[in-house]
């Protein structure tokens, strides 16, 4: 195998997990984060000697959502947050990276860019909190619970494809 060449300006992602919710960006997001989870089934016998064996079992996923509170619309904020949560209905969601346009005087617009490696499916949320520390903004998080699949989007599959050269991800 042939050495990896890497440029560390240009290759590594920066900003890119930007969450949608139902179609709209969560407000003024500082953080998110995407767990994948799959549990290990135990297939251990007495003829597995002294490791333990397994086999991939169940999948899972979960997102988290750090972010300032606002009471602006346009965007996935608390309210929208809460309300969804009480409601209890599985929310579309996206993550992946978002492209901007517009300006400060004609406010932007944010559009999930399906050319870049995301992800979707559908969550429901299983908690929120709000914090509010003296004399800083008021900051909410969210705690989501993926229901059904991940799925890649076209430009993680054919990465993932790339990468391991198998074409079942």
């Known amino acids: 195998m042939g050495a990896l060449k890497y440029k560390s300006t240009t290759d590594m992602d ?3 997990l930007q969450l949608f919710l ?4 969560a407000a003024f997001a500082t953080s998110s984060k995407l767990t994948l989870t799959t549990d290990a089934r135990d297939t251990s016998s007495k003829m597995s000697g002294e490791w333990k064996e397994v086999l991939a079992g169940t999948k899972s996923y979960a997102v988290s959502h750090d972010g300032l509170v606002t009471r602006k619309t ?3 904020s608390l309210d929208a947050l809460i309300a969804a949560q009480i409601a209890g209905t599985p929310l579309d969601f996206k993550q992946g990276v978002a492209t901007r346009e ?17 992800y979707s499916g559908k969550v429901i949320i299983t908690q929120t909190e709000v914090t509010s520390d003296n004399n800083e903004f008021v900051k909410c998080t969210a705690s989501l619970q993926g229901t059904g699949a991940l799925i ?8 993932a494809t790339a990468a391991t050269g198998n074409d079942a991800v």
Do not use: F, R, S
């Open 152 to 159: 890649p989007n076209a430009a993680a599959a054919a990465l």
């Open 102 to 118: 517009g300006d400060e005087a004609t406010g932007y617009t944010y559009t999930y860019d399906d050319t870049k490696p995301g």
């Open 14 to 16: 920066l900003n890119v």
């Open 74 to 76: 346009g965007a996935y």
């Open 22 to 25: 139902n179609g709209v960006i």
